[in-house]
């Protein structure tokens, strides 16, 4: 008997669930291929459906990355695998094959309409790490409000294991006993939209390592902003006081030779100077000062969203930041190198600051199939200028910040070129393994 319980077969496997992933799906899903979306996390739609509100527009994150997941959700050629890690993806015999194992929700994917009445009954408390560990969850809960799919899952590590949640379930949903499933997914052809994690705080020792009070990461800042966020206002973590001085400290884990981070990660200049002008809107009595060493505002309309955050009043410092400490009133000192007053060493004190980490890639292919990836530990493309979207594995892609930093936009670029590539390959696919089979077929003479 094979070991793996289930196994299905897809024209496309799409790795991901982010931005990238939907869009690639969606576009694959549309001209009539069928598509698995394979996400780790237990909802689909990645870091954007996180973010408060994205730049240059300043449009409405959740408003816009919704209607893509609802659309991927709803759509007939596209089943949604969650909780999943993929554990290898090799080409045997013209097709690829996926081996996957599932994470027990502890929860019936099946049965749980999603009413909430475990997360209500449910008396454990633990810090919500969907919003930046500012606020806290039950044991057992949805992930966030516009998850999907809107199915609970039960935190096993923290839960007590007092059966209150199983009570109240109208439908017997929850599974105390679930084990992990494994699976095989055949395909012909994969889109790798894996995406992307923050900097480790705690690699930058001048920075705290985690542990100054009221030194924050981006990520936890689009939370503050978000108007369903933590606190629903922006307020400082340790003490719940509206900031009155609020600082940025750009580059933080990016063009950093001393955490092996030597790139630029493209997008941190732009997030810090939309999440600054959000806050003048929300705090408008605050200091808001942003510490850089280069701005880079090179996409299409950032050049004048930068201008407009100057005439907004946000102060702009050239200058490194040497270190963080914790001072007096749970505020936050920092040591600088003025660069626009001759160098030398510079002291402010702040009540709140964002550190903009870098971006590092979420996922290693190591171990798991035969992908390469560059210098910069991101998937490397076979053919970098003119099909960027190509890996150096038959029929495999790979769109959005899997392949590298990016914004939105290009991230949306990139996942349609993918989708392209790979429905061009199955156009192909047919012809080679028809042509494949009669090599086979073919007897000696
Ligand atoms: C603080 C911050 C603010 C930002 N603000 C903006 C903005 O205002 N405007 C803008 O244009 N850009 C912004 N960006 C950039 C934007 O977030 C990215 O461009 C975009 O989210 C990239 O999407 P993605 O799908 O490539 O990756 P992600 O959103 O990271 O999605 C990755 C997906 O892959 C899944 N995954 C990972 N590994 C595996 C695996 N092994 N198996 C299965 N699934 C896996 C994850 O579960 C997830 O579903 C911001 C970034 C940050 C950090």
């Known amino acids: 008997m094979s070991k793996f319980a289930l196994s299905y077969e897809f024209d496309a496997l799409v790795v991901g669930g982010g931005i990238a992933g939907l869009q690639s799906a969606l576009d694959l899903a549309d001209q009539g291929f069928t598509v698995a979306i394979l996400v780790k996390d237990a909802s689909i739609g990645g870091k954007m459906i996180r973010l408060s509100k994205v730049f240059p527009t300043l449009d409405c994150s959740s408003c816009i990355t919704t209607p893509k997941m609802a659309a991927a959700s709803h759509h007939e050629n596209i089943t949604i695998f969650t909780d999943c890690d993929l554990t290898s993806l090799k080409r045997t ?3 690829l094959n996926a081996e996957i194992v599932q ?3 502890f929860v019936d994917l099946d049965t749980c309409i999603g009413c909430r009445q475990c997360e209500y009954s449910c008396p454990v408390y633990v810090p919500d790490e969907e919003e930046g560990g500012l606020s806290l969850r039950k044991a057992i809960y949805i992930p966030f409000s516009n998850a999907i799919p809107q199915i609970a899952t039960l935190d096993v590590e923290n839960c007590s294991l007092c059966g209150k949640c199983a009570k109240v379930c109208p439908t017997d949903a929850v599974d105390y006993f679930q084990q992990p499933r494994t699976m095989t997914i055949a395909t012909k052809t994969a889109v790798m939209a894996t995406g992307f994690s923050l900097t480790p705080i705690h690699q ?4 705290g390592q985690g542990q100054v009070p009221n030194v924050i990461t981006s990520l936890q800042m689009e939370r503050l902003l978000a108007p369903h966020g933590p606190y629903q206002r922006v307020l400082r ?3 719940g006081k509206e900031p009155e001085s609020i600082a940025f400290v750009q580059c933080a884990g990016s ?3 001393s955490i092996g981070i030597s790139y630029c990660s493209r997008v941190c200049c732009m997030y810090s ?3 600054a002008m959000l806050l003048s809107g929300s705090l408008p009595l605050a200091d808001i000062t942003i510490y850089y060493m280069d701005i880079r505002a090179f996409g299409k309309g950032h050049e004048q969203f930068y201008q407009n955050a100057k005439a907004m009043g946000i102060e702009f410092v050239k200058g490194k930041i040497a270190s963080i400490a914790a001072a007096s009133n749970q505020n936050v000192a920092m040591k600088y190198e003025a660069q626009e007053e001759g160098g030398r060493l510079a002291t402010r004190e702040h009540d709140l600051v964002v550190l903009s980490l870098g971006i590092v890639p979420q996922w290693n292919p190591a171990g ?7 210098s910069d530990a991101f998937i490397r493309s076979a053919m970098p200028q003119i099909a960027p979207t190509m890996t150096d594995m038959e029929g495999v892609f790979v769109a959005g910040v899997a392949a590298g930093p990016k914004d939105i936009v290009d991230t949306i670029i990139e996942a349609g070129a993918a989708a392209m590539e790979a429905a061009n390959y199955l156009g192909r696919f047919s012809s080679t ?5 009669a090599d086979n077929t073919t007897q000696p003479m």
């Open 433 to 437: 393994q028809a042509a494949r089979a």
């Open 368 to 374: 798991i199939c035969d992908l390469s990836t560059g």
């Open 237 to 239: 973590p340790s003490d």
């Open 273 to 275: 100077i939309k999440q």
């Open 255 to 257: 063009r950093d030779k």
């Open 93 to 95: 015999n013209g097709m």
């Open 204 to 207: 930058k020792k001048e920075y």
């Open 103 to 105: 994470r027990p929700r």
